[in-house]
């Protein structure tokens, strides 16, 4: 499980509640949280923190 998964999960949201909450498609959230694409844009990523209240690495999905 990746921390942005873990992370979601403690917190309550559900996958397209994050999309909503980031501003991004479903779909993307998903391949986030999949670590299939690692990559968001600076400013996702610092979303993503901020939802969450984690530190994410370079490559999303792994804890800093």
Do not use: D
């Not at 949280?33 to 939802?51: D, M, S």
């Amino acid at each position: 499980m990746t921390i942005i998964k873990e992370a979601r999960l403690k917190k309550g949201y559900t996958q397209l509640q994050m999309a909503q909450m980031i501003g991004v498609a479903h779909l993307t959230y998903i391949l986030w949280e999949k670590g299939v694409t690692k990559n968001p844009t600076p400013e996702n990523k610092e979303k993503l923190e901020k939802i969450l209240g984690i530190k994410l690495s370079a490559r999303t999905g792994n804890h800093k």
